[in-house]
């Protein structure tokens, strides 16, 4: 088991960068959220909500954007959530960092480029011609496919799959059990059945890429499948063959982007979002949580729903549906009252 990593208020203090209020000689060897830190826990109040409960914190510090009055002590800094991230490195258990070379136990075939600085562990598979760049990690049990290129420092963790012929940049993570590179779901229906259209183009993941696990990437038809520099896709998530999705775009769990279809840069998918074939997403759009994208989306677009529409349209839909149940019952009444006096007019 790891051992804990005990900081003080002031040495993290200095590490942030932050302006420390109050004592600095408590310990601290974890993060934990607002209303579960105590006084071994370094926590954070990134909104007035918080900062209103500030009294009630038991922590060793709250990270905070402006000073507040507290009995705790306070690290001010100018953004909360940038200093958390370095927080949380801090406290991150040290694993063993894997050593360079090849593992005993591993398959590296003739015309496989191993860097001598790369590390290949238990049970992996190189293939002929693949080529693995400098400081990059290949995990337990990971295969990489004929002529399929791995850049530097990147690291695929346990289990992950690349088939051949891809091409992965610079600084990627792939999360443990992904495939980048299996044949894309095409199909012709052809003399009574249905016959697999060969897929014979590629996957290009640009440098900065992480995905996590369990995601999929198909490969082309024909030309590549890209995933663009600094796009991060959560677990669970299937991009078709012939995809291409931008830079810096974000991509959450249980998403599916059918064949075809392209993102510009920035582009935001909740979970569970599904996106049609051929359909083209504008920079920056963000699509809610299970919507469904059947039309193109211009830049800067928020949209939910299912059938996908803009943000504003269906809160005004929603408004009007909860209004049905009365706007039924006035109906009801009107039509009541309009016989009522069609039948004194026939009477009269």
């Keep these: 088991m790891t051992e804990s990593k005990n900081i003080t208020v002031k040495g993290l203090a200095n590490i942030l960068g932050a302006k420390l209020i ?19 826990s370094i926590t954070f109040a990134a909104d007035e909500k918080l900062l209103e409960k500030i009294s009630e914190c038991r922590a060793a510090a709250v990270i905070v954007n402006k000073k507040v009055d507290s009995q705790v002590p306070l690290l001010v800094v100018d953004n909360v959530q940038r200093a958390l991230i370095e927080t949380l490195k801090q406290f991150m258990p040290a ?13 590296v075939e003739t015309g496989a480029i191993v860097d001598k600085t790369a590390s290949v562990g238990p049970l992996a598979c190189i293939r002929t011609g693949a080529k693995i760049g400098e400081r990059t990690v290949i995990g337990a049990g990971v295969k990489i496919g004929e002529n399929s290129v791995i850049g530097k420092d990147c690291r695929l963790e346990d289990n992950v799959v690349v088939y051949h012929n891809c091409t992965i940049g610079n600084s990627c993570v792939i ?7 299996a044949t894309g779901f ?7 059945r249905h016959q697999l259209i060969p897929h014979t183009g590629s996957v290009v993941i640009e440098d900065c890429v992480e ?11 024909f030309g590549n499948t890209i995933v663009g520099a600094g796009t991060k896709i959560d677990n669970l998530v299937h991009i078709a063959h012939n995809v291409v999705i931008g830079k810096c775009c ?21 979970g569970q979002a599904g996106i049609k074939d051929h359909i083209k997403i504008g920079d ?39 209004k049905l149940p009365e706007m039924n019952k006035q109906l009801k009444q009107l039509v009541k009252r309009v016989e009522e006096i069609e039948a004194a007019e026939n009477n009269s």
């Design 22 to 40: 109050g004592s600095g000689e408590a310990q601290a060897c974890r993060v934990l959220p607002f209303d579960t830190a105590g006084a071994d």
């Design 284 to 322: 920056r759009t963000q699509i809610g949580a299970q919507a469904g994208v059947i039309n193109d989306i211009w830049p800067n677009k928020q949209v939910v729903g299912s059938p996908a529409i803009d943000v504003k349209e269906f809160f005004r839909q929603v408004l009007l549906e909860k």
């Design 211 to 221: 995905i996590g696990a369990n995601a999929c990437i198909d490969r082309a038809k």
């Design 95 to 107: 694993l063993a960092k894997p050593p360079a070379g090849i593992h005993k136990a591993a398959v």
């Design 175 to 181: 999360a443990a059990n992904s495939t980048i590179g």
């Design 250 to 270: 974000l991509i959450m769990a249980q998403v599916g982007i059918a064949g075809s279809s392209k993102l510009g840069n920035g582009v935001v998918l909740a």
């Design 186 to 192: 095409g199909y012709y229906f052809i003399d009574g």
